[in-house]
C-alpha cells in the first residue's frame, strides 16, 4: 500500500482519458453539468479503498466542460475510477449524477471486470466493492516495423470469427484457449484457408452479464460481445492478464502477427448502443457523466431513452461531442492499434439524429468517410437498425462496403429451389449494380454473405426448417423466424445417408456460388468443418460447445475443408471475378468475346422469363494474360439437366468442380484437370459445375 501521497498539478484538458508522461500522468474527463469530481487511484483492480482521493477544484482543474489533472511522479499501472456529483434530473434532463458510483473512464485504454457486478451497478449508491477499474497503460510497444496492410478491397476475402469460440474448445490445443494469444495459434491454419481478413467479432470491452433475466438464470451471459462500454479497450476476457493490464500489448501482439502472416484486422465495432441498457440499466460512465448528450432521449421526458437497436438506448451518434468522441475511437485503434477495418453494427442507427430522424448526411458518417486517418481503412456497415431503417444499397457515402442482406436472401432462397429468382441471381453473382451502380459505386461496395454469427451455420441452414432456441432462456422467442432455410428432408440429426449427402452437397453449392460472385466473400468461421449449433440461431448468450469451434472436425471433415481451401485458391487464380467494376458486357483483349455471356441449358439462351427455372449457366473471360475463362452451372432443379458448353476456338474446357462428386473429384487442382471432349455435361440435380480452359 502506498505510504504518501502523491503531489497535483492543474493538468490539461487533452488528450481525454489518462496518459503516462516521463514525470507522472495527466488525467482528464469531460462532463458538462458535473458540479463536483473525484479521482481515485488503487493499488490493484480488485482493492476496497483508494490509497488516494483527488477532489478536483473548478477554478483550479475544469476547463470549459473538461475535468483534468496531472499526479507528478504516478507509474503506469496504477489503477484508477471517478465519482461525480451534479444535478439528478431525470426527467427534465436526463442527468443521473450520483455522487457515490464508482465510473470508469470513457477514454480507458484497459480496464477490469474482476469484481464487476450489473445489478449493484443498476442500483443508486456505493459500489465500490463492485465496480469495474480503470488501469493506466504504458504504451510503449515495438511495432518491429508493422502498419496497417493494404490489400485491395477486390482481392478480399474476409473470415468473420468470435476470438473466445475459436480456440476455447479443448480440441483446440492451444495454451491460452480463448484469447487473443490463442487465436495466434491459429493462424497457420488461417493461412492454409487462403483467407485475406479476419472480422473479430467485438474485442471492445464489454459487458459479460448483460443478458435477459431468464437467460442470466441459466448461468449464461453475454457471449457475442455486442454491449461495449469501455470503446478504446480491449476486452480483457480475451487477455492472458488482464490484471496486469497488459490489454493493449496482447491485442497489438494479434494484429502484430496476423499482418507478418499476411492477413488484415477487421474489428466488429458497436457505437450504435452501449452497455448502459434502457432507463433501469447500469451506470457505468456515460450515463453518469452525460447522459443528456451521448444519448436519445424522448423530446418531453428525458427519463425514456429512444431504442432503435432492441437493446434499452441509442447512441446519440450525430451529437458533436458524440461524433467526436467516435471518430477519435476509430482513428486511435488504426493509428495505435494497427487495424485495417471496421464492420459497423446496426450502423443505419448512426444516420439518425438528435430527434431520431434520418438524415440524408449523417455528420458522423461523412466524418468517418472523410478522415484522413481512415482514408485507408476499410468500412463495412450493416446497413439496418431494429427500428425498421433499411439501408442496404441507399447507406450514406461512397466509401462504406455494406453487409448486402439481398445477396443473402436470393441465395439461400435459390439453393433450397425457390422459383423465379434466376434474374434476380444473376444480378447479385454480378456485384448487385442494381443496388450500387447508379450511385456511383462499385461491386467491392458488397460484402457477400450466407451466414454470419448471427442466425444458423451453414450447415444447419441445410439441416433446420424450424430455430431451436430453447437453451438462450427465452422460450425460443429470440432470433429471427424467416431463415430460407431447408432442412433436406429431416428436421435436425439424421443417419439418413442419402440427407446428409445432401447437406454437404448443399454446403458446397453456397461456397462455390459465393467465391465465384463479384463483390467481397465474408465467410463465418466453422462453416468450412460443418459447424452445427444444433439449430440455435441466436447463440449470443452460449459461451460454450455449442458455440465454440471443434478442431476434431478438421479431420472428420477434412474433405469439406479441403474444397473450401481449394474453392477459395481457384477465386484467387481469376482477377476475372475479382473485379473492381462491374461487367459491361464487352469483349476484352481482343479476344472478340464478351467479358460474360449468360446461358441456360443451351448456350445463349438464358431463361430470364421462365418463372420455373432453376437453372442458370454463364461464361467468364479471363482478363489477364494467361488466365482461363470460366464455364459455371447451377442446377438447384430436382432433376438432372444437361448443359450446352460454349465453343472458344483453340481453347478446350476442363471440369474444375463439380459439387455433386465426392472428395477428391468434386473440386480438381488445375494441374490434374482433363479436358471434356463433349459438347455436353449433364449437371446433377442440385449442383454447382465450374469449367476453366487452361489445362492442357
Known amino acids: 500500500m502506498h505510504k504518501k501521497e502523491y503531489q497535483l498539478r492543474p493538468g490539461n484538458p487533452y488528450p481525454s482519458g489518462s496518459r503516462a508522461k516521463t514525470k507522472g500522468v495527466n488525467f482528464s474527463i469531460f462532463s458538462r453539468y458535473a458540479t463536483h469530481v473525484e479521482l481515485l487511484l488503487f493499488d490493484a483492480a480488485d482493492c476496497d479503498e483508494p490509497f488516494q482521493t483527488i477532489a478536483l477544484k473548478e477554478d483550479v482543474n475544469r476547463t470549459f466542460f473538461s475535468w483534468h489533472v496531472y499526479v507528478t511522479g504516478l507509474p503506469a499501472g496504477t489503477w484508477y475510477a471517478w465519482r461525480m456529483d451534479g444535478p439528478n434530473h431525470v426527467r427534465e434532463a436526463g442527468l443521473h449524477f450520483d455522487k457515490d458510483k464508482q465510473l470508469i473512464d470513457p477514454w480507458v485504454r484497459a480496464v477490469s471486470h474482476k469484481r464487476w457486478s450489473r445489478k449493484a451497478a443498476c442500483m443508486p449508491g456505493d459500489n465500490k466493492l463492485t465496480a469495474m477499474r480503470c488501469v493506466v497503460v504504458d504504451d510503449r510497444y515495438d511495432w518491429e516495423g508493422d502498419v496497417p496492410l493494404r490489400i485491395r478491397s477486390e482481392r478480399a476475402i474476409v473470415y468473420e470469427l468470435h476470438v473466445g469460440g475459436f480456440t476455447r474448445h479443448p480440441s483446440s490445443k492451444v495454451a491460452n484457449p480463448g484469447t487473443f494469444a490463442g487465436l495466434i495459434e491459429k493462424i497457420p491454419y488461417l493461412q492454409a484457408l487462403g483467407i485475406t481478413h479476419v472480422e473479430l467479432l467485438p474485442v471492445m470491452a464489454f459487458d459479460e452479464q448483460d443478458v435477459p433475466r431468464h437467460t442470466d438464470d441459466l448461468g449464461l451471459k453475454n457471449y457475442w460481445g455486442y454491449s461495449t462500454h469501455s470503446f478504446f479497450s480491449p476486452h480483457p476476457g480475451y487477455c492472458v492478464t488482464p490484471e496486469q493490464g497488459t490489454h493493449v500489448h496482447e491485442f497489438r501482439d494479434l494484429v502484430k502477427a496476423l499482418h507478418?502472416?499476411?492477413?488484415?484486422?477487421?474489428?466488429?465495432?458497436?457505437?450504435?448502443?452501449?452497455?448502459?441498457?434502457?432507463?433501469?440499466?447500469?451506470?457505468?460512465?456515460?450515463?453518469?457523466?452525460?447522459?443528456?448528450?451521448?444519448?436519445?432521449?424522448?423530446?418531453?421526458?428525458?427519463?425514456?431513452?429512444?431504442?432503435?437497436?432492441?437493446?434499452?438506448?441509442?447512441?446519440?451518434?450525430?451529437?458533436?461531442?458524440?461524433?467526436?468522441?467516435?471518430?477519435?475511437?476509430?482513428?486511435?485503434?488504426?493509428?495505435?492499434?494497427?487495424?485495417?477495418?471496421?464492420?459497423?453494427?446496426?450502423?443505419?442507427?448512426?444516420?439518425r439524429g438528435e430527434g431520431g430522424e434520418v438524415l440524408q448526411d449523417p455528420p458522423l458518417l461523412w466524418g468517418i468517410e472523410l478522415s484522413e486517418q481512415l482514408a485507408k481503412t476499410k468500412l463495412i456497415a450493416e446497413a439496418w437498425d431494429a427500428a425498421g431503417l433499411y439501408q442496404v444499397g441507399s447507406f450514406p457515402g461512397y466509401r462504406w462496403a455494406e453487409w448486402n442482406g439481398r445477396y443473402r436472401d436470393v441465395i439461400r432462397r435459390f439453393v433450397r429451389g425457390d422459383k423465379g429468382l434466376v434474374n434476380e441471381l444473376a444480378t447479385r453473382l454480378c456485384g448487385s449494380n442494381d443496388l450500387y451502380e447508379h450511385k456511383g459505386r462499385l461491386p467491392i461496395n458488397s460484402i457477400n454473405f450466407v451466414t454470419c454469427h448471427d442466425g444458423f451455420t451453414l450447415y444447419d441452414l441445410f439441416s433446420y426448417n424450424e430455430k431451436h432456441n430453447y437453451a438462450n432462456g427465452e422460450y425460443n422467442q429470440d432470433g429471427c423466424n424467416n431463415n430460407l432455410s431447408f432442412n433436406c428432408g429431416i428436421e435436425g440429426q439424421t443417419e439418413d445417408l442419402s440427407i446428409l449427402a445432401l447437406r454437404r452437397k448443399q454446403v458446397k453449392n453456397v461456397f462455390a456460388m459465393l467465391l465465384l460472385s463479384h463483390g467481397v466473400p465474408m465467410l463465418l468461421a466453422g462453416d468450412e468443418l460443418l459447424n452445427s449449433q444444433h439449430g440455435n440461431n441466436n447463440c449470443y448468450c452460449q459461451d460454450n460447445e455449442l458455440s465454440w469451434i471443434d478442431w476434431s472436425m478438421t479431420e472428420q471433415n477434412a474433405d469439406m475443408l479441403r474444397f473450401v481451401q481449394l474453392m477459395i485458391a481457384l477465386r484467387k487464380r481469376h482477377p476475372s471475378i475479382m473485379r473492381r467494376r462491374f461487367l459491361t458486357g464487352k469483349s476484352v483483349n481482343g479476344r472478340g468475346i464478351a467479358e460474360i455471356q449468360w446461358h441456360g441449358t443451351e448456350i445463349n439462351k438464358p431463361l430470364w422469363g421462365d418463372y420455373d427455372a432453376k437453372v442458370l449457366a454463364f461464361t467468364l473471360a479471363g482478363v489477364e494474360d494467361g488466365e482461363p475463362d470460366l464455364h459455371v452451372a447451377m442446377n438447384m432443379s430436382d432433376q438432372y439437366v444437361r448443359i450446352e458448353l460454349p465453343v472458344i476456338a483453340g481453347r478446350a474446357w476442363c471440369l474444375a468442380l463439380d459439387t455433386s462428386l465426392n472428395s477428391p473429384q468434386d473440386i480438381v487442382l488445375p494441374q490434374d484437370q482433363k479436358p471434356v471432349h463433349e459438347d455436353f455435361y449433364s449437371v446433377n440435380n442440385r449442383a454447382v459445375v465450374v469449367f476453366e480452359n487452361g489445362c492442357s
Not at 305 to 315: A, E, I, K
Not at 327 to 340: F, G, T
Open 260 to 351: 507478418q502472416a499476411g492477413m488484415g484486422v477487421i474489428m466488429d465495432v458497436v457505437f450504435n448502443h452501449t452497455a448502459e441498457a434502457g432507463a433501469d440499466g447500469p451506470i457505468i460512465n456515460f450515463r453518469g457523466i452525460g447522459d443528456d448528450i451521448f444519448y436519445h432521449h424522448d423530446q418531453f421526458d428525458k427519463s425514456i431513452l429512444h431504442d432503435y437497436t432492441g437493446c434499452g438506448n441509442t447512441v446519440n451518434a450525430n451529437h458533436p461531442l458524440v461524433a467526436n468522441f467516435i471518430i477519435s475511437c476509430l482513428e486511435y485503434w488504426v493509428r495505435e492499434m494497427h487495424v485495417d477495418g471496421f464492420r459497423f453494427d446496426l450502423a443505419s442507427a448512426l444516420a
